[in-house]
């Protein structure tokens, strides 16, 4: 093994805890100005420092373990939801040559190893020995397995398309069309459900603070609790990430503009995925419980198993089956 | 046997992504006050004294999901590699590829009515 394998996911880790240190201040900036307010603005040049010093608050709050917890449980499920957040990181290309592991099965690795994380969750809840607490992980677990099934169909139709589970073939394979075009129905359920995995509002039941106080996490406190939170942005990043390579070709550049370098072009496109997530959050209200779980069973469910044979089917017409 | 140089990589993001946490917690020790006491350690219940344990049996209708979730994702393990390979089979084999697929979908869509007729799906 040498020095390079380990400084590159080093350095990545840091950039990517650099991203969600501005990603939080982003995300309350936009939701300001959406909401007609300014938005953090007081730490540092126009709300700058704003999430390093949150961070920095909660690295120094006194960590407690409740006394009916199951403690060694309890220390460990941020960690089980944390790393695989960073390991799903390894398999996805951000351009040509930046790529970590270029896996044969990465997109049946990402898959898989993301769901991992609900495991994290689960033992959270019920380590925590609270009642919230338990309710939220149960919520999150329903939630997450439910949305995880349109999410691993939806991507059937590009893998019956490129012929391969290997991401860097899935991007090559986009280079004249991007897979958001012939694959828009599978776009639009994997982006829900996406939306739906990544916890988020207006799928952000498990964690709603209206009603459970806080979900899986309301025993955790200081770095603990930071460690859910940073594992929920680390897959705001994944997941726009897989979605960019999935749906929006990768680095490859539109319309023959291919003096912008891959890897700006790649930045572009996953900024406007993360603004989007942003925006969602901003713009739709909390869904009810039980249209959660019916929307993902009776919509998203039977739209990705159509997808797929829309793709069959499409293959099969002469002028337009090269696109699939 | 030779392995994937690609699952070395992967290792290595584990072992980063399993040394935050400890190095972060770890530094986190020196700067936290740590005072312990009985009332800070009580489990939190909108500030009322917690009745009973949480530990207890939980609602049914979490288990029928887990077993539909089962059965769906047992399928998406069948359903990846036929995906994978369709083109090739299709030169093949023709158009029934695709038949053999849809009339193993359609017996677990034919659960998935079941389970939405029985109301399974509905949440209460």
């Given amino acids: 093994m040498n020095l390079m394998m380990v400084v590159g996911p080093v350095l990545l880790l840091f950039i990517v805890l650099g991203f969600v240190t501005y990603a939080i201040l982003f995300e309350r900036k936009v939701i300001g100005w959406i909401q007609n307010r300014i938005g953090p603005n007081r730490v540092g040049p126009w709300g700058l420092l704003q999430t390093v010093a949150d961070v920095f608050k ?30 799903v990181l390894a398999v996805i290309p951000f351009t040509e ?55 691993v169909m939806s991507v059937v139709g590009i893998i019956m398309s490129v012929g391969s589970l290997n991401l860097h073939e899935i991007v090559e394979a986009q280079q004249k069309v991007w897979f958001i075009f012939p694959q828009f129905v599978g776009f639009a359920v994997f982006l829900i459900a996406s939306i739906s995995e990544l916890n988020r509002t207006p799928f952000d039941l498990p964690e709603a603070e209206s009603e459970l106080v806080a979900g899986y996490h309301v025993e955790y406190t200081g770095f603990r609790f930071a460690f859910f939170m940073l594992a929920e942005y680390v897959y705001v990043f994944a997941m726009a990430s897989l979605t960019t390579v999935l749906y929006l070709g990768g680095w490859n550049a539109p319309f023959g503009l291919t003096f912008i370098p891959p890897i700006v072009w790649f930045i572009l496109k996953f900024s406007l995925i993360v603004f989007f997530l942003f925006w969602v959050r901003a713009t739709m209200p909390r869904i009810r419980v039980d249209q959660l779980m019916q929307f993902a069973w009776k919509v998203l469910l039977p739209l990705a198993l159509a997808n797929i044979f829309i793709t069959a089917v499409f293959k099969e017409i002469p002028v337009i089956g090269k696109f699939y | ?63 029928l999901f887990a077993l539909l979730f089962v059965i769906f994702d047992v399928e998406t393990v069948f359903l990846y590699p036929w995906a994978v390979v369709y083109d090739s089979l299709r030169k093949e084999m023709g158009l029934f590829v695709l038949a053999e697929m849809l009339v193993f979908l359609l017996f677990l869509v034919i659960g998935l009515i079941y389970a939405w007729k029985k109301k399974v799906l509905e949440w209460k």
């Fill in chain 2, 1 to 63: 046997m030779s392995l994937d140089p690609s699952l070395m990589h992967i290792a290595v993001f584990f072992i980063v992504g399993i040394a935050l946490p400890v190095v972060a917690l770890g530094i986190g020790r020196l700067l936290r006050p740590h005072q312990p006491s009985a009332d800070k350690s009580v489990t939190y219940e909108s500030g009322v004294d917690p009745t009973g344990d949480s530990w207890v049996q939980f609602n049914v209708r979490y288990y």
């Fill in chain 1, 97 to 151: 040559k930046i790529q970590f592991a270029d896996f044969a099965v990465g997109l049946l690795y990402y898959m898989a190893i993301s769901s991992i994380t609900i495991i994290g969750i689960l033992v959270g809840g019920w380590a925590s020995n609270n009642k919230y607490a338990l309710l939220g992980g149960m919520r999150s677990a329903a939630q997450m397995i439910s949305y995880e099934i349109p999410l």
């Fill in chain 1, 58 to 87: 909660l690295l120094i709050k006194e960590d407690i373990i409740p006394a009916k917890a199951d403690e060694s449980l309890f220390r460990l499920a941020p960690v089980i939801a944390f790393v695989p957040a960073f390991a």
